[in-house]
């Protein structure tokens, strides 16, 4: 499912750049839980947020959003 691959790669990128949960909830402004629910494919984020990690990630959005 296409949810949970942009889960993976936001968790990948997350503890690539040394970052927990909660540190990068802190810096996106939203909840750690919001943060896991992404990471497992339960949700994914919102454009707003999307383009927030693709800055705090380093990595375009496209990027983030290629399954795989």
């Known amino acids: 499912m296409r949810r949970v691959e942009i889960g993976k790669r936001i968790k990948k990128e997350r503890i690539r750049h040394g ?9 996106l402004e939203v909840s ?9 494919g339960f949700t994914v984020p919102k454009a707003q947020n999307l383009l927030k ?5 380093e990595i375009p959005i496209d990027e983030l959003l290629k399954a795989g």
């Open 32 to 40: 750690q839980g919001a943060i896991g629910s992404w990471e497992i």
């Open 53 to 57: 990690l693709s800055e705090i990630l």
């Open 19 to 27: 970052l927990t949960q909660s540190e990068l909830a802190e810096k």
